[in-house]
Every structure is written in structure tokens, then in C-alpha cells.
């Protein structure tokens, strides 16, 4: 193998790396962007719902102090919080509702970790600590398709939990650009909870594994030249 045959093979090597180093999921953290009515009801863009500004329907931005966002607490929510990475993060009640266009959909078959920091609420007003479960849709109002469900088990007392799930993205993959975090319930009583830092990484599989092992022949190959 020549020198230039040697190069183009290994910087394919390095963009499917990088392709697939590369976060589908944008702002993932809530700090980009600014946010009005202090954040209530309202979520950084790429990041929307579907009626912003109705605090029925929309997620909230959340700030440290004096940060552009709601005050941690504001309604007792979060009294004593902050973000969990950066200044903000974000919270919703279980009916309410928040989404985003992927910068990239994920390829069916592929199996891909999710992961959030997430905070259960304050709650000494009749609502209590849920869960938090993720889905992917057609269009930014049709939540079709559940691919992950974070277990219940995040109370006050534990501060931002580090939560994550694998899953395999479903066949039709390819056509469902939208991503919904979402709140569930787990009794009669409505819950709320923070969220921060989502991400969605590829599980590399046998694929990414075989043109490591591509790479590494032809590294072989050449230091025996
Ligand atoms: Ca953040």
C-alpha cells in the first residue's frame, strides 16, 4: 500500500470516528440561548414545546442566582439548587411537554447510551418525585416512539443523580428527527423534576470495532515496509 492510499484509508478511519463522536442531541445542557419570562414556561432554542409560554403545557428554564431563568426558589421547587453542569438547567410537570430537531437522527439498529443528571423537587405542596423516559417522533407534536425510561428512584435528599439507559434505535429511525425528554408519574399525585446535561452517545459495536481493526492492519502494514 503506498503513502497516499495509506492516508485516505486512514482518514476514513477518522471521519467515521468523528461521525460518530458527534452529540445528536443540541444544548443538551440549557445554556446557550436566552430565555423571557424568566424562563418559566419557556425552554433555550433548539429546545421548544408546543405552546411556549403556557405554563400548562411548557418546560421551564431554571438559573442559578441571578442567572437568566427562573430562581431556583421560585415556588420552592429547587430552593438551594444549582445546575448541575453550567449555570441552568431545565424541569418539567408530568403534563407538560418539551422538544427538540436532532442535528442528526440515529441509524436504526444501532444501540446508543442516553444520559442525564436529573433532580427531584422540593415538594412539600402535594406533588412528589417522578421519573423521567424519552422518546422520538415524526413531527414536534407526535411523541411516538418510547426508546428509553430512567427508573423512579431519584428523591430530594439525593441532589442531581447521574441517570443513563441503552437502547437500540428502532427501525424507522431514519424518519423520527424529534426528541422528547418527558416527566411520568408513578402514583395519583403530579410530579416535577429537573433535568441536565442529555446525551445521547453510539455504544460502539462490532462496525466502529472492525475499521479500528482496519486501521490498525494498515498501521501494521506500513511499519513493516
Ligand atoms: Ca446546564
Redesign the pocket.
Known amino acids: 500500500m503506498n503513502r497516499i492510499r495509506l492516508g485516505i484509508a486512514l482518514s476514513m478511519v477518522g471521519i467515521v470516528g468523528t461521525t460518530r463522536a458527534l452529540a445528536q442531541i443540541l444544548n443538551g445542557?440549557?445554556?446557550a440561548g436566552f430565555v423571557t419570562a424568566n424562563g418559566q414556561a419557556q425552554v433555550p432554542s433548539p429546545w421548544t414545546s408546543t405552546a411556549p409560554g403556557n405554563p400548562f403545557v411548557s418546560f421551564d428554564t431554571w438559573a442559578n442566582p441571578s442567572g437568566n431563568g427562573l430562581n431556583p426558589a421560585f415556588a420552592g421547587v429547587f430552593t438551594g439548587v444549582t445546575?448541575?453542569?453550567?449555570?441552568?438547567?431545565a424541569g418539567g410537570w408530568n403534563f407538560e411537554n418539551m422538544h427538540q430537531l436532532m442535528a442528526f437522527t440515529l441509524t436504526p439498529g444501532q444501540q446508543y447510551t442516553i444520559s442525564a443528571l436529573v433532580h427531584a423537587p422540593n415538594a412539600p405542596f402535594g406533588y412528589v418525585a417522578g421519573g423521567w423516559r424519552f422518546k422520538l417522533g415524526a413531527t414536534g407534536s407526535s411523541p411516538s416512539t418510547l426508546i428509553a425510561t430512567f427508573a423512579p428512584t431519584v428523591t430530594w435528599s439525593m441532589g442531581w443523580v447521574l441517570q443513563s439507559a441503552t437502547f437500540t434505535a428502532p427501525s424507522n429511525a431514519g424518519s423520527l428527527q424529534y426528541f422528547f425528554p418527558e416527566v411520568y408519574k408513578t402514583g395519583t399525585l403530579n410530579t416535577y423534576m429537573g433535568i441536565?446535561?442529555i446525551r445521547i452517545t453510539p455504544v460502539p459495536g462490532a462496525g466502529s470495532l472492525a475499521l479500528i481493526g482496519v486501521g490498525a492492519g494498515i498501521c501494521a502494514a506500513r511499519r513493516r515496509r
Do not use: L, M, P, V
Not at 445546575?83 to 438547567?89: P, S, V, Y
Open positions: 445542557g440549557f445554556e445546575a448541575a453542569q453550567g449555570k441552568r438547567w441536565d446535561d
